[in-house]
């Protein structure tokens, strides 16, 4: 008896020794969809849930995007207009504050593995209109930046109609940025047309800058639309939070030197870290 049991012991080890053991992440149901071996095999792939969706126009500057993959291994990465790709994560929810007036483009893409990614991102392209105009406002609404780094910031108008004088008064903290100089706009779809007259000056000591720009009275001609008119080449000093803000002494001119009414003026931020 004893000689049988341990035959039969014997046969069995060598039966499991033979045998390849594979050990799989399997999914519910006793099978593997992330396995490209697998003939159920699906790809990675992300769809939004809420927040933006392709074509939208958002009427406020922020945004809260909800997504989700087609299987809970994958992560996911996003790309915001010309920013870089964000890190891997598995996190499907992004808050994204300080958009810009105008068009956008957000890519999504998913991936299982650093092996086995989405090929096609998702893309959504949407728009914002959150500034009611006739308005100023500073492009970008807000900078990430270092100390000492150089930056390029305008000064925006936004819908306005025959407006033939702007007169720009702004403050800003001397702290954590500088001025170093002061342009129109010249590549600006807005000015290309139109013949200008512009003064500028700015006094680093108390964070002060006034511009003027007028169109000339040639073919009654004024500025229709949106678009920037100054470009202000900015250093930064050191860390913290620096504002550039609008005063109450900005205004708008219409081609009969009547005041238009600013009905928006947005401040720029600069976060120095």
Excluded at 86 to 112: F, V
Excluded at 118 to 139: H, S
Excluded at 141 to 147: G, H, L, S, V
Aim: charged share 25%; proline share 3%.
């Amino acid at each position: 008896m004893r000689a049988k049991i341990y035959l039969f012991n014997l046969i069995l080890l060598l039966v499991v020794m033979g045998c390849d053991v594979v050990t799989t992440d399997i999914e519910d149901g006793g099978e593997n969809p992330v396995d490209p071996q697998n003939p159920d095999y699906e790809p990675p792939a992300v769809s939004i849930i809420s927040g933006v969706h392709h074509g939208d126009t958002l009427f406020q500057d922020n945004v809260k995007l909800k997504w989700r993959g087609n299987n809970k291994k994958c992560e996911f990465s996003f790309l915001l207009d010309d920013n870089k790709w964000s890190n891997w994560s598995k996190d499907t929810i992004r808050q994204l504050n300080y958009l810009n007036e105008g068009d956008h483009q957000l890519a999504i893409k998913a991936r299982y593995s650093a092996d086995d990614v989405q090929e096609e991102p998702l893309i959504i392209d949407f728009y914002v209109d959150a500034i009611q105009g006739p308005a100023l406002w500073i492009r970008d609404k807000i900078y990430q930046a270092t100390p000492h780094d150089t930056l390029n910031a305008e000064i925006v108008i936004e819908e306005v109609t025959e407006t033939a004088i702007s007169e720009i008064s702004l403050s800003y903290d001397t702290d954590h940025i500088k001025i170093l100089d002061c342009q129109p706009a010249v590549n600006s779809e807005l000015l290309d047309d139109n013949d200008i007259i512009h003064l500028v000056q700015w006094d680093n000591s108390k964070g002060s800058l006034s511009a003027y720009l007028g169109v000339t009275m040639q073919n009654n001609a004024a500025l229709v639309g949106s678009g920037a008119i100054f470009q202000i080449t900015i250093e930064t000093l050191h860390t913290g939070t620096a504002l550039i803000s609008f005063n109450e002494e900005c205004s708008f001119r219409s081609l009969n030197d009547q005041e238009v009414n600013i009905q928006e003026k947005v401040k720029g931020i600069i976060e120095i870290e």
